[in-house]
């Protein structure tokens, strides 16, 4: 088939199909351009003319294609710069798990605070003892609090003394939403929901991802990321020695409590024992 062109109405050719479409895929000749062959009425334009239809759809997947492959390597590119732009996650597992102990300590003498107060006032003959064997029904008010502590000042007070806050990924304070699901995520995959066994295994096993991908469970699924400051003796001296004031302050009712778990222990001991017992 012998193609005729008209460019910049001087009409030229005959040219081969394989000749127009080179000229099509250099550049020189574009779609628009105006083409006959020997049967057509008129003269139209390349791209309506029947013997490059094939050409043109190739041409148009080859297009689509080049554009998904920039769209992707423009994507590529953003989620790099947006990664680099995302805070370094820094591990301290033992630091984190040290903070977590102080909240857990303070809002124990926190109940047994309240319990005093209401002792003194003649409003409750509750003992320490049974505060305890309550504390599995009062731990999710715990939760709730740390949550709101860490939407207000992007910490709790454990975690600030020993420098630690939690923010998104801008290093903004978190609202009380995101605060809640990390503080849910705590409960239920970091602390085995306080249930002994799921405990002892949630927490070695939370340690082991830490290291591994840098970030926890409940940071991951509610996107929050922890700071750590530069560590500094205060960081564990002003927890010691508020620790040390609170045991004096409360002496009688933590040395009640501590009876309590030393018989708590000496309890799970006697079940290991008869269990090793039965095995043999």
């Given at each position: 088939m012998q193609i005729f062109l008209a460019i910049d109405d001087e009409k030229t050719g005959p040219f081969t199909l394989f000749q127009v479409e080179e000229r099509l895929r250099s550049g020189e000749l574009e779609e628009t351009d105006l083409g006959w062959y020997d049967g057509l009425e008129k003269w139209k334009p390349l791209k309506d003319l029947a013997?490059?239809?094939?050409?043109?759809?190739?041409?148009?997947?080859?297009?689509?294609?080049?554009?998904?492959?920039?769209?992707?390597?423009?994507?590529?590119?953003?989620?790099?710069?947006?990664?680099?732009?995302?805070?370094?996650?820094?591990?301290?597992?033992?630091?984190?798990?040290?903070?977590?102990?102080?909240?857990?300590?303070?809002?124990?003498?926190?109940?047994?605070?309240?319990?005093?107060?209401?002792?003194?006032?003649?409003?409750?003959?509750?003992?320490?003892?049974?505060?305890?064997?309550?504390?599995?029904?009062?731990?999710?008010?715990?939760?709730?609090?740390?949550?709101?502590?860490?939407?207000?000042?992007?910490?709790?007070?454990?975690?600030?003394?020993?420098?630690?806050?939690?923010?998104?990924?801008?290093?903004?304070?978190?609202?009380?939403?995101?605060?809640?699901?990390?503080?849910?995520?705590?409960?239920?995959?970091g602390m085995g929901c306080y249930v002994s066994f799921l405990f002892m295994i949630a927490l070695p096993f939370g340690y082991y991802l830490l290291q591994k991908h840098k970030r926890s469970f409940w940071d991951v699924s509610a996107g929050t990321y922890v700071h750590h400051a530069p560590l500094q003796a205060k960081h564990f001296l002003w927890p010691l020695i508020i620790l040390f004031l609170l045991s004096f302050v409360f002496q009688d009712a933590f040395s009640e409590i501590a009876d309590y778990n030393s018989a708590e222990l000496e309890k799970i001991r006697e079940l290991f024992r008869g269990g090793q017992s039965n095995t043999l």
């Open positions: 013997p490059f239809e094939g050409f043109f759809r190739r041409r148009e997947m080859e297009l689509e294609d080049e554009r998904k492959r920039k769209a992707a390597a423009r994507a590529a590119a953003f989620e790099k710069e947006q990664a680099a732009a995302l805070p370094k996650a820094e591990v301290r597992p033992w630091t984190r798990f040290f903070a977590r102990n102080l909240d857990w300590s303070f809002f124990v003498t926190f109940c047994v605070a309240i319990l005093s107060g209401m002792r003194a006032l003649g409003w409750t003959d509750l003992s320490y003892t049974e505060l305890m064997q309550l504390l599995p029904i009062i731990i999710p008010a715990w939760h709730i609090m740390e949550a709101y502590f860490i939407s207000q000042w992007g910490t709790t007070p454990g975690k600030g003394l020993v420098g630690i806050t939690i923010t998104d990924a801008e290093r903004n304070r978190l609202s009380f939403g995101p605060s809640m699901r990390r503080s849910l995520g705590v409960f239920v995959l």
